[in-house]
């Protein structure tokens, strides 16, 4: 194993340290946790439940309850009108075990996988775990953080095994449609972690399936359905794939849970509603949040698109992202991501995210001027 090569989740480092203050009568807010402040809508919990009194608390197939996969199938055809098959679908306790799943099967020893820098820290964890090689494309935050095709090119080689794209982004908050094309057409295995898709505010996120049939997607319910809890997610991948990636999930987890996956298929079916008022909320925080940071100094050159985060550069006020998280967390009981988390080269950076009430993130942004004395 290669354990010495698997980073410290900072975010997490923050949020302990976040509640330990709490512990002791602090008014923290949290602007650091990539997790929807809402509850998961009643009808995804009343479905939920009536399965578990009907019973359903076993194992499920390895690879997921068949009326959830064909929920997925339909689900992928209404969106984005592509045609999967069920059989391409595998129903997973999270898209943390999908992604361990899939880098297992797919990686080994000294290949390479390209991915954007900057990026979710699990991706580069998952990579050197398998004892391959992280190999990053940068971008660049005065281009709205846009994946540039030729830079990514130059990336590909014979080790290069796999691609990771990730629109809308952790931690950019960007919608990048317009690469896709492209993208498809590299010589190259494509791994799109699509899971914040449905949170988008004036643009609709397209799917890499769109562009490329034989593509790996990995999807989740924690951030669309607020269900981060929940622990359900699924991979469509290329159905050649699939034995081998059902003989590995049948030892490491057997099955997701029966009365999540049946929480799964109120999700899909019945939420849309639900799904459209959280975005609605979100997105006025996101304008309020953008707007604010900006008039405090912060450097946030094209507004975000997508997710329910804020990567904006803080070279303003300090460049070491870490110091300055802890010093704003110490100062002003507000808890923010450094982006040494998602990449050495964002140092100068803080992540805000958006998943808490206008109320507390107004408050935040007082707190936040008081402190700078603006
Ligand atoms: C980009 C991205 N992928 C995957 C995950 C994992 O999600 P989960 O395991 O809750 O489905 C997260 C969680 O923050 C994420 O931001």
């Given at each position: 194993?290669?354990?010495?090569?698997?980073?410290?989740?900072?975010?997490?480092?923050?949020?302990?340290?976040?509640?330990?203050?709490?512990?002791?009568?602090?008014?923290?807010?949290?602007?650091?946790?990539?997790?929807?402040?809402?509850?998961?809508?009643?009808?995804?919990?009343?479905?939920?439940?009536?399965?578990?009194?009907?019973?359903?608390?076993?194992?499920?197939?390895?690879?997921?309850?068949?009326?959830?996969?064909?929920?997925?199938?339909?689900?992928?055809?209404?969106?984005?009108?592509?045609?999967?098959?069920?059989?391409?679908?595998i129903v997973t306790s999270g898209t943390s075990p999908a992604l361990f799943l899939l880098f297992?099967?797919?990686?080994?020893?000294?290949?390479?996988?390209?991915?954007?820098?900057?990026?979710?820290?699990?991706?580069?964890?998952?990579?050197?775990?398998?004892?391959?090689?992280?190999?990053?494309?940068?971008?660049?935050?005065?281009?709205?953080?846009?994946?540039?095709?030729?830079?990514?090119?130059?990336?590909?080689?014979?080790?290069?095994?796999?691609?990771?794209?990730?629109?809308?982004?952790n931690p950019t908050g960007m919608v990048n449609n317009n690469i896709l094309k492209d993208l498809?057409?590299?010589?190259?295995?494509?791994?799109?972690?699509?899971?914040?898709?449905?949170?988008?505010?004036?643009?609709?996120?397209?799917?890499?399936?769109?562009?490329?049939?034989?593509?790996?997607?990995?999807?989740?319910?924690?951030?669309?359905?607020?269900?981060?809890?929940?622990?359900?997610?699924?991979?469509?991948?290329?159905?050649?794939?699939?034995?081998?990636?059902?003989?590995?999930?049948?030892?490491?987890?057997?099955?997701?849970?029966?009365?999540?996956?049946?929480?799964?298929?109120?999700?899909?079916?019945?939420?849309?509603?639900?799904?459209?008022?959280?975005?609605?909320?979100?997105?006025?925080?996101?304008?309020?949040?953008?707007?604010?940071?900006?008039?405090?100094?912060?450097?946030?050159?094209?507004?975000?698109?997508?997710?329910?985060?804020?990567?904006?550069?803080?070279?303003?006020?300090?460049?070491?992202?870490?110091?300055?998280?802890?010093?704003?967390?110490?100062?002003?009981?507000?808890?923010?991501?450094?982006?040494?988390?998602?990449?050495?080269?964002?140092?100068?950076?803080?992540?805000?995210?958006?998943?808490?009430?206008?109320?507390?993130?107004?408050?935040?942004i007082e707190r936040l001027r008081h402190y700078f004395r603006i």
């Open positions: 194993m290669n354990l010495d090569k698997i980073k410290p989740f900072l975010v997490m480092e923050i949020l302990e340290k976040a509640q330990e203050m709490q512990r002791t009568g602090k008014n923290v807010i949290h602007l650091e946790v990539g997790e929807p402040d809402f509850d998961t809508p009643k009808c995804i919990v009343n479905s939920t439940i009536e399965a578990l009194r009907e019973g359903k608390t076993k194992y499920t197939h390895s690879l997921g309850l068949i009326e959830l996969k064909k929920a997925i199938v339909e689900y992928y055809y209404q969106e984005y009108q592509v045609e999967i098959l069920p059989e391409q679908v297992t099967m797919l990686l080994e020893k000294d290949d390479e996988v390209i991915l954007p820098d900057p990026y979710y820290p699990c991706y580069p964890n998952f990579i050197n775990l398998m004892k391959a090689t992280p190999v990053y494309y940068k971008l660049k935050e005065r281009e709205g953080y846009t994946y540039d095709i030729d830079s990514i090119r130059r990336l590909i080689n014979k080790k290069s095994k796999a691609l990771i794209i990730n629109s809308p982004s498809a057409d590299l010589d190259i295995h494509i791994v799109s972690d699509e899971i914040y898709h449905g949170l988008t505010y004036g643009i609709k996120a397209k799917s890499i399936l769109e562009y490329k049939k034989d593509a790996f997607v990995l999807n989740g319910f924690s951030k669309k359905y607020a269900m981060t809890g929940w622990r359900l997610g699924y991979l469509i991948v290329p159905q050649k794939y699939v034995r081998s990636l059902q003989t590995l999930s049948q030892s490491l987890f057997i099955s997701a849970n029966e009365f999540v996956q049946y929480g799964g298929i109120s999700a899909l079916k019945l939420a849309q509603e639900d799904v459209n008022k959280m975005v609605e909320i979100y997105n006025r925080r996101r304008i309020y949040l953008v707007n604010s940071l900006r008039k405090l100094g912060f450097i946030i050159s094209k507004e975000p698109n997508g997710a329910f985060y804020v990567l904006a550069d803080s070279r303003n006020f300090n460049i070491d992202s870490f110091k300055f998280a802890y010093e704003i967390l110490d100062n002003t009981h507000v808890a923010v991501t450094p982006g040494v988390d998602f990449s050495e080269t964002s140092n100068n950076f803080i992540r805000f995210s958006y998943a808490n009430s206008i109320e507390n993130i107004q408050e935040a």
